[in-house]
C-alpha cells in the first residue's frame, strides 16, 4: 500500500468507463481568485452523469464484473448519490441493482434511483440499519456488494477524477476533496501517486461529521456521528480509504457548518452553477482560512449537484 | 433594414469587444432533450461576464465610442444586468458611468453596480422616472446615452450571441430568446440575416408583460405594462429592436408566469446551472407548448444568472 505498486492504471480505468462518463469542465473565476490570493481550478462533477462523481465508481465497479457475477446484479446502502450512480451503471449493463436508503435522504435523490431503474429499499436512517437490510437483500439475491467506497473498483472509478483534473489543469499544487466515505479523497491520492505527481491531497470534512479527521488524529478507524447539513457526508470513513488516506493524504481539516453554507451560497452566485452542501465543503476551508492557499494553484472538486432546490440552507435554517 | 444591408459586420463587433467578453459554453442535456423530442442547445449566457449578455452590446458600445466622447462617459438607466454591463465595460475603458436604477432592483444587481465603480441613482419603478433621472444626469454631464435596447452599438454586440452560438452549433432550425427592450432577440435576427442563415429566430415574453407580442400583433409600439416575476424583462419594447423584429423575426409567443417558474427550477435541477427568471422564459415556452419543437434542432439563448439566492420564485412565491 505505501508505495501505491500494485494498483490498476487508472488509464485503463478510464477506458473502462469513458462510454458512461462525461469528461466534466473545470471552471475558473477572476473574483474568487481575487477573494482569496490564490488561483482556484473547480472540477465540475456536479456536471457529471447522475449528478454526481458517483457515477465514475458505480462504472468501474458494474462494467468489472464477471458476467456470472453481473447476472445477480449488485447491491448498496448509499446516502444517495451512490445509489442512483449503481442504479443508472446497473441498467446500461441491463442488471438489477438493489438500493438500500435511509428514510430521511432527500426525496429528489430517491427519485433519482427509481428514475434509473434501481430497485429502491428505505431503513432506518442509522448506519447498521443500512447494512443490515443491505446483508439481507444480498443473501436473498447472490447479489455482488458496491460499497460505496470501500472496494479498490469503486476507489480507482473516482480515481479517474484526479487523472482527468490534471490533464486539464497542469501542475496543481493541491487538490481539495470532502471526505464521508472516502472514495473520491483516497481515488485522487491513489491518482497522485500512481502519477508521480507533486501534487498535494487534502480532505475537507465538516466539523459535525468528523469521524475521518479523528481517524486522522488517532491513527484508528473511528465511529461517525453525523450531524451536517451537507447529507453527502453523513457516512462513515471507510478501512481502505482510510488506509490510502494514512499513506498519502497531506491532511484532514474540518470546517463549521456555517462556512458550508456561506461555500455554497458563494458558489452559487459567482460561479452560476448549483451545487449540493457536501460539494461545497472544500472551499468552506479556503473561506475558514483552514488552508493555506495563498498564491498557490488549488484544485477543487466540487463532487454533485444534487438537492431539493426548495429547501436551500440558508433559507431553511439560517434565515 | 428589409435586407440588413449596412449593417456592421458582426465579425469586426466581435474583434472589438473579445478582450473584454467570455465564449460561452452550450450544455446540452439527454433528459430535456428526451421530454422536448428536440434536440436542445443551452447557450450559457449566465456565464458570461457580469453574469449575463449584457456585457457584450455594453462592450461595443463603450469601445465604439470616440475619445471625446469617452471623456465625458456614458449613463443608462437599467433594470439592472444592463447597467452592470455598462458599468463594466467603462471601467475597462476608465471612464466613467452613471446608472439609473429603480429603486425595486435585486439588491444583488445595485451590488453589482458598485462593485464594478458604477455611479448608481436610484430613481421610482416608472419607465418615465427613469427616463427623467437619466435626461438629467446627461444634461448635467455631457454623457452618451446608452439605451439598454434602442441603439445599433448594443444590439450589435448582443448579436455577437447568435454569431458565437451557430459557430458551436452548425444548423440550428430556430434561436429562443427571451424579450424585454429586444436587443438580444433583434440581434439575433441581425446575426442570422447578414450571416445568410435559414435559422429562424423567435422571441418569448412574458404574458404578464406582452408589449412586444401586443406591439408585434398591431403593427404599432405598445406601452409596457409588466407586472412579471422575469425581472429582467421589466422592460419595454424598444423602437429599433422592434423593427428589426419586424423585418425578420419569425414570431413572438408568451408564456405564463407559473411556466417561467417551472421552467427556471426544471433548468437549475437538470443542467445544475444558476439563471435568473428571465433567461427561463424561452424555455417556458417548450415546456407550455407554444412551440412546434418535435425533432428540431433548437437553440435557447440563457440571458442571464442575477438573482437573490434568498428569494427564489418557487420558495416564495408559489410555495
Known amino acids: 500500500m505505501e508505495n501505491f505498486k500494485g494498483w490498476e492504471d487508472l488509464h485503463l480505468v478510464r477506458t473502462r468507463i469513458d462510454h458512461a462518463i462525461h469528461r466534466t469542465p473545470v471552471l475558473t473565476s477572476e473574483t474568487l481568485n481575487k477573494d482569496a490570493g490564490a488561483k482556484l481550478f473547480f472540477k465540475c462533477e456536479n456536471f457529471q ?43 446500461l449493463r441491463g442488471i438489477t441493482a438493489h438500493i438500500i436508503m435511509p428514510n430521511n435522504s432527500p426525496a429528489t435523490k430517491q427519485e433519482t434511483v427509481r428514475r434509473y431503474g434501481g430497485k429502491l429499499t428505505l431503513c432506518d436512517p442509522t448506519y447498521e440499519a443500512r447494512k443490515l437490510a443491505c446483508a439481507k437483500i444480498i443473501q436473498e439475491t447472490g447479489a455482488t ?30 487538490i481539495l476533496a470532502p471526505i464521508g466515505g472516502g472514495g473520491m479523497a483516497s481515488g485522487l491520492v ?50 481502505q480509504p482510510f488506509r490510502i488516506l494514512q499513506a498519502g493524504a497531506s491532511e484532514i481539516v474540518t470546517v463549521s457548518e456555517a462556512a458550508i453554507v456561506a461555500a455554497m451560497q458563494r458558489i452559487w452566485k459567482v460561479l452560476k452553477i448549483v451545487v449540493e452542501p457536501s460539494a461545497a465543503v472544500p472551499y468552506a ?35
Chains 1, 2 share one sequence.
Open 49 to 91: 452523469k447522475t449528478g454526481s462523481f458517483k457515477a465514475r465508481g458505480a462504472a468501474n465497479f458494474v462494467f468489472s464484473l464477471s458476467q456470472e457475477e453481473a447476472a445477480k446484479g449488485v447491491a448498496t446502502h448509499s446516502s444517495g448519490n451512490h445509489g442512483a450512480a449503481l442504479a443508472r451503471a446497473a441498467a
Open 145 to 174: 456488494l458496491a460499497h460505496s467506497a470501500d472496494d479498490y473498483r469503486i476507489i480507482g472509478g473516482q480515481g479517474t477524477t484526479g487523472l482527468e483534473f490534471t490533464e486539464q489543469v497542469p501542475d496543481l499544487d493541491l
Open 190 to 239: 491513489v491518482a497522485m501517486k500512481t502519477l508521480n505527481l507533486r501534487t498535494e491531497v487534502i480532505a475537507v470534512e465538516p466539523e459535525q461529521a468528523d469521524d475521518a479527521f479523528q481517524s486522522w488524529k488517532t491513527g484508528v478507524l473511528q465511529p461517525p456521528e453525523p450531524n451536517t447539513v451537507a447529507d453527502g457526508l453523513r457516512t462513515g470513513l471507510a478501512e
Open 285 to 319: 476551508a479556503i473561506l475558514e482560512g483552514k488552508i493555506t492557499v495563498q498564491n498557490r494553484r488549488i484544485g477543487v472538486v466540487l463532487t454533485g449537484g444534487n438537492l431539493d432546490l426548495t429547501k436551500l440552507p440558508w433559507v431553511t435554517q439560517l434565515v
